[in-house]
RNA sequence: GCGGGUAUGGCGGAAUUGGCAGACGCGCAAGAUUUAGGAUCUUGUGUUCAUUCGUGCAGGUUCGACCCCUGUUACCCGCACCA
């Protein structure tokens, strides 16, 4: 039959909306399945094909689930708050707010086109009231919690968006919205203590059933170090210097310590220090750079030894100069560290760059030459000589600190806290109210949400202050403790704020009294699969899960990890093989493909076109074999004779639908396709199937080419909707022929293949090897040493 | 530097995890159909005339290795002066 995608496609997804196929229903009989994708942000260049392979994926999961008879959750909506937004809207002349519905329009309008099996009735937008008014509504429960505090601080900071970014924003370096490089700035920001759920996200980690480089990048990540803190005590005055070392044991090779050009302790003491003005320029030439440049003179160690500070070793009692140096971060750890120029490479290099001695402590390189960081036995260590393993070496010293009251175990992370405040109009303003007489004091819960006001300029101060800052009908306000005048918070929520907790949302997204209903969210959380992308996971993935975290040692939801399960899918790449970028112009528009291909064949396209987790570029004449595909699925029809079972065809149909079943649990939906197309050929090869038969591979080619599948099942008479027919199943014993190849081989090579019954004996199958004549010429004359036999599979004959 | 991964025809990629390497698709070639192009269909397609040789490279284990082990090279991704 010929099909008119252009007329059936749009056909049935009306039917689909009409009939309420996908939509979920809280509470069922059936057993549940939440799957989840990552929402996208609505820009206004529209979808990009990259989103279609992305959404996919579980795509054909939530289908085949739905006809497996599961109640499945799969829903879309809008990270809608961000930048680009923004700066669109700066650039139109337009409101952010007319900027964000357009491109949702176009998303939704493209997403249907497309026939994703959404649940609309459940979408959701993080800038509508009824969304954002709960990510306050959490924010001041982490208030409450003690989760959020504001702090003055060198933060990274943006030049070109005129904002603070938190780590996750700016890693290596550079603006995650614009890509320019950022620098430090010491301003005053909200954060989110996400540090204190370091452990739990770590620890959570070993419950979920996530890919393993997701696992390994979020442990990277949050990066937690065992080790001590020391206090060095200096000879000039009675003060401490604090540092952290993951190598205590090595404190009798320290001969210098280094600090961070902004530890405050250089300002606390300006008058004591000889070269104060010497420490200052080189102060100032470091808060210039970037963290760009910082990073780029990694071999280059430069400092200055501060001329009236002294630290004294604490177990040796040496007298220790102290060096500052940009290779010190104020960051990480406390600031200052000591210095162990035999053992750690940075410190050598600096040392003999400024011809500071070199104390070995672990015996096992030669420490003139470069530092050496294994093991070995300690040595010029006093109580610690002799010792060889380093566990021991560490936990000793650790015990004498302790007991001379110097120092402690210690723990780190490389996570910093959320720097959680951007000074941007298009975000969720943080409810929070500064009062003269109070200071900081919360908006009421029921005075939420605290709405966005309407400006006409929403373009941020050159001073680097929020254009809410502007609105003084928005700034002015009573203070909700005291009454008295008061001024608003005028800074707004960072993008990921409304993302870390919209899979609740989903579960209740109308719900007006609480963020989701708790019976609710019992029976639907957790996420059963989630979907995305690699970018996401040290990011969203890390929020979210903190989120999350918070909430459920609150009692809010039901279960303590968001998601049960996390997959990513790989880039698509434009034709050239590179990344897909409006520069390159490689980029490919969905809608294009839908226009002239249709949805079906851009759906199967994505799945066919390689290994679902790689990255693949994209190859239009490879498209054309998908389109090729369901022609011919199509074609199929006119094949049709009688009902019930073709013989020769029996055991290829069970083998498919095992094959197609199994392969879309492992997301590997290119052998899947490639499984019907082989079925496909053995069809033609017998030139005919029957109704029931064809019945079947509409149903597998359904969650994949579903607009065809729906047409082809009403036009052979079934029954409903095909998107909701039972799942094909499959008999085990009925995938294999009753007869099998198995191949001959005489000492490992491969000489004939013999038909023989399937599963016979070890014995008679090698019988049958050695009856095929080429076998036995090949033994002729020869002594057998070894006779192997794998079921089904081979014959080995070893002679000599 | 640290962590993770990849390497298979002209291309995208398969291979039940130690058992006939190259499924499936693209591309290409020949033929059919067509006034022609396009589309479609049929056949062929790793290499070699062949015995052969073939999964980045060099070894090893095994009756048998794309798969396991040792060494090595290249590329991709993430983090990065993290003390």
């Given at each position: 039959?010929?099909?008119?995608?252009?007329?059936t496609?749009?056909?049935?997804?009306k039917?689909?909306?009409e009939?309420g196929a996908f939509?979920?229903?809280?509470f069922?009989d059936?057993?549940k399945?939440?799957?989840?994708?990552?929402?996208?942000?609505?820009?206004?260049?529209g979808?990009?094909?990259?989103?279609?392979?992305?959404?996919?994926g579980?795509?054909?999961?939530?289908?085949?689930r739905?006809?497996?008879?599961?109640?499945?959750?799969?829903?879309?909506g809008?990270?809608?708050?961000?930048?680009?937004t923004?700066?669109?809207?700066i650039?139109?002349?337009?409101?952010?707010?007319v900027?964000t519905?357009?491109?949702?329009?176009?998303?939704?309008s493209?997403?249907k086109?497309?026939?994703?099996?959404?649940d609309w009735?459940r979408?959701?937008d993080?800038t509508?009231?009824?969304?954002?008014?709960w990510?306050?509504?959490?924010?001041?429960?982490m208030?409450?919690?003690?989760l959020?505090f504001?702090?003055t601080?060198?933060?990274?900071?943006c030049p070109?968006?005129?904002?603070v970014l938190s780590?996750e924003?700016?890693?290596?370096?550079?603006c995650?919205?614009?890509?320019?490089?950022?620098?430090?700035?010491?301003?005053?920001v909200?954060?989110?203590?996400?540090?204190?759920?370091?452990?739990k996200l770590?620890?959570?980690?070993?419950?979920v059933?996530y890919?393993?480089?997701?696992?390994?990048?979020?442990v990277n990540?949050?990066?937690?170090?065992?080790?001590?803190?020391v206090?060095f005590?200096?000879k000039?005055?009675?003060?401490?210097?604090?540092?952290?070392?993951?190598?205590p044991?090595?404190l009798?090779g320290?001969t210098?310590?280094?600090?961070?050009?902004?530890h405050?302790?250089?300002?606390?003491?300006?008058?004591?220090?000889a070269?104060?003005?010497?420490?200052d320029?080189?102060?100032?030439?470091c808060?210039?750079?970037?963290?760009?440049?910082?990073?780029?003179?990694?071999?280059?160690k430069?400092?200055?030894c501060?001329?009236?500070?002294?630290?004294?070793n604490?177990?040796s009692g040496?007298e220790i100069p102290?060096?500052i140096?940009?290779?010190v971060?104020?960051g990480?750890?406390?600031?200052?560290i000591?210095?162990?120029?035999?053992?750690?490479?940075?410190?050598?290099a600096?040392?003999?760059?400024?011809?500071?001695?070199?104390v070995?402590?672990?015996k096992?390189?030669?420490?003139e030459?470069g530092?050496?960081?294994?093991?070995?036995?300690?040595?010029n260590?006093?109580?610690?000589?002799?010792y060889?393993?380093?566990?021991d070496?560490?936990?000793?010293m650790?015990?004498h600190?302790?007991?001379i009251?110097?120092?402690e175990?210690?723990?780190?992370?490389?996570?910093k806290?959320?720097?959680f405040?951007?000074q941007?109009?298009w975000?969720e303003?943080?409810?929070?109210?500064?009062c003269?007489h109070c200071?900081?004091?919360p908006?009421?819960?029921?005075?939420l949400?605290?709405?966005?006001?309407?400006?006409?300029?929403?373009?941020?101060g050159?001073?680097?202050?929020?254009?809410?800052?502007?609105?003084?009908a928005?700034?002015n306000?009573k203070?909700?403790?005291?009454?008295?005048?008061?001024?608003?918070?005028?800074?707004?929520?960072p993008?990921w704020?409304?993302?870390?907790?919209?899979?609740l949302?989903?579960?209740?997204p109308?719900?007006?009294n609480?963020?989701?209903?708790e019976?609710k969210?019992?029976y639907?959380?957790?996420v059963?699969?989630?979907?995305g992308?690699?970018e996401h996971?040290?990011?969203h993935?890390?929020?979210s899960?903190f989120?999350?975290k918070?909430?459920?040692d609150l009692?809010?939801?039901?279960?303590?990890e968001?998601?049960?399960k996390r997959?990513?899918q790989?880039l698509?790449?434009?034709?050239d093989g590179?990344?897909?970028?409006?520069?390159?112009g490689?980029?490919?528009?969905?809608?294009?493909?839908?226009?002239?291909y249709?949805?079906?064949?851009?759906?199967?396209?994505?799945?066919?076109?390689?290994d679902?987790?790689?990255?693949?570029?994209?190859?239009?004449?490879?498209?054309k074999?998908?389109?090729?595909?369901?022609?011919?699925?199509?074609?199929l029809?006119d094949?049709?004779?009688?009902?019930?079972?073709?013989?020769?065809?029996?055991?290829p149909?069970?083998?498919?639908?095992?094959?197609?079943s199994?392969d879309?649990e492992?997301?590997?939906f290119?052998?899947a396709?490639?499984s019907m197309?082989?079925?496909?050929?053995?069809?033609?090869?017998?030139?005919?199937l029957?109704?029931?038969?064809?019945?079947i591979?509409?149903?597998?080619?359904?969650?994949?080419a579903?607009?065809?599948?729906?047409?082809m099942?009403?036009?052979?008479?079934g029954?409903?909707?095909?998107?909701l027919?039972?799942?094909?199943?499959?008999?085990e014993?009925k995938t294999?022929e009753?007869?099998?190849?198995v191949?001959v081989?005489?000492?490992?090579?491969v000489?004939?293949?013999?038909?023989?019954p399937?599963n016979?004996?070890?014995?008679?199958?090698?019988?049958?090897?050695?009856?095929?004549?080429?076998?036995?010429?090949a033994i002729e004359?020869?002594s057998?040493i070894?006779e192997i036999?794998?079921?089904?599979?081979?014959?080995?004959?070893?002679?000599k």
């Amino acid at each position: 039959m010929k099909i008119d995608f252009k007329q059936t496609e749009p056909k049935w997804q009306k039917r689909w909306e009409e009939a309420g196929a996908f939509r979920a229903e809280d509470f069922s009989d059936k057993p549940k399945f939440y799957n989840l994708v990552e929402f996208p942000y609505p820009s206004g260049h529209g979808m990009h094909v990259g989103h279609i392979k992305a959404y996919s994926g579980l795509e054909v999961v939530s289908r085949k689930r739905r006809m497996q008879g599961y109640n499945v959750l799969f829903p879309i909506g809008f990270d809608a708050y961000g930048l680009p937004t923004e700066n669109t809207a700066i650039n139109d002349n337009l409101h952010p707010r007319v900027v964000t519905d357009r491109n949702i329009e176009k998303f939704t309008s493209q997403l249907k086109r497309v026939g994703f099996s959404f649940d609309w009735d459940r979408v959701v937008d993080t800038t509508e009231e009824g969304y954002y008014r709960w990510t306050q509504w959490i924010f001041l429960k982490m208030f409450e919690k003690g989760l959020v505090f504001r702090d003055t601080a060198l933060v990274n900071y943006c030049p070109s968006c005129k904002v603070v970014l938190s780590n996750e924003d700016s890693q290596g370096g550079k603006c995650d919205i614009c890509k320019s490089d950022i620098v430090q700035k010491s301003k005053t920001v909200w954060y989110l203590r996400i540090t204190e759920y370091a452990d739990k996200l770590l620890s959570g980690l070993e419950e979920v059933d996530y890919l393993p480089n997701v696992k390994q990048q979020q442990v990277n990540w949050i990066g937690k170090s065992t080790g001590a803190f020391v206090n060095f005590s200096l000879k000039e005055i009675d003060e401490k210097l604090r540092i952290y070392t993951t190598r205590p044991d090595t404190l009798f090779g320290v001969t210098f310590m280094v600090i961070a050009p902004e530890h405050p302790i250089i300002e606390a003491n300006r008058d004591r220090i000889a070269n104060i003005d010497a420490l200052d320029a080189y102060r100032e030439e470091c808060a210039k750079k970037t963290e760009f440049e910082r990073t780029q003179l990694v071999k280059d160690k430069t400092g200055i030894c501060i001329d009236g500070l002294t630290a004294i070793n604490p177990v040796s009692g040496k007298e220790i100069p102290i060096y500052i140096s940009d290779y010190v971060m104020m960051g990480y750890g406390t600031g200052a560290i000591m210095a162990v120029p035999a053992h750690d490479e940075r410190d050598w290099a600096f040392a003999k760059k400024f011809g500071i001695d070199v104390v070995e402590v672990i015996k096992g390189g030669d420490v003139e030459k470069g530092a050496y960081a294994g093991d070995g036995e300690m040595v010029n260590s006093e109580f610690l000589n002799g010792y060889t393993n380093k566990k021991d070496s560490i936990a000793r010293m650790i015990e004498h600190l302790e007991e001379i009251g110097v120092g402690e175990k210690g723990v780190q992370y490389k996570m910093k806290d959320w720097a959680f405040n951007r000074q941007r109009y298009w975000g969720e303003p943080i409810p929070i109210v500064h009062c003269p007489h109070c200071g900081i004091v919360p908006v009421p819960y029921e005075e939420l949400p605290l709405r966005l006001p309407e400006v006409k300029n929403f373009e941020p101060g050159e001073g680097g202050e929020s254009p809410l800052a502007k609105i003084d009908a928005f700034v002015n306000c009573k203070c909700p403790k005291c009454g008295k005048d008061a001024k608003r918070e005028t800074d707004t929520m960072p993008q990921w704020a409304g993302s870390s907790w919209y899979f609740l949302r989903y579960i209740d997204p109308k719900n007006e009294n609480a963020f989701a209903d708790e019976a609710k969210l019992k029976y639907w959380m957790p996420v059963d699969w989630y979907n995305g992308g690699m970018e996401h996971v040290t990011r969203h993935m890390i929020y979210s899960r903190f989120w999350h975290k918070f909430l459920y040692d609150l009692g809010l939801v039901p279960v303590s990890e968001p998601y049960a399960k996390r997959t990513a899918q790989g880039l698509i790449l434009g034709p050239d093989g590179e990344k897909m970028s409006k520069s390159k112009g490689n980029v490919v528009d969905p809608n294009d493909v839908v226009d002239f291909y249709g949805a079906d064949v851009l759906r199967t396209y994505v799945l066919f076109m390689g290994d679902y987790g790689s990255a693949a570029p994209w190859n239009e004449s490879s498209m054309k074999g998908c389109k090729r595909f369901l022609e011919r699925i199509a074609d199929l029809t006119d094949l049709v004779k009688g009902e019930g079972v073709t013989p020769k065809l029996e055991t290829p149909f069970h083998k498919t639908v095992k094959k197609v079943s199994l392969d879309i649990e492992d997301l590997k939906f290119n052998t899947a396709i490639a499984s019907m197309m082989t079925l496909l050929n053995d069809i033609a090869d017998v030139g005919s199937l029957t109704k029931d038969e064809l019945m079947i591979l509409v149903r597998l080619l359904c969650p994949f080419a579903p607009h065809l599948a729906e047409e082809m099942w009403e036009t052979l008479g079934g029954e409903g909707l095909c998107s909701l027919a039972a799942w094909p199943e499959w008999d085990e014993n009925k995938t294999v022929e009753s007869t099998v190849e198995v191949a001959v081989q005489i000492n490992g090579k491969v000489r004939a293949t013999v038909a023989i019954p399937f599963n016979c004996s070890k014995e008679d199958a090698i019988a049958a090897a050695k009856a095929d004549e080429k076998i036995a010429a090949a033994i002729e004359g020869k002594s057998v040493i070894k006779e192997i036999c794998v079921p089904n599979k081979i014959v080995n004959i070893v002679v000599k």
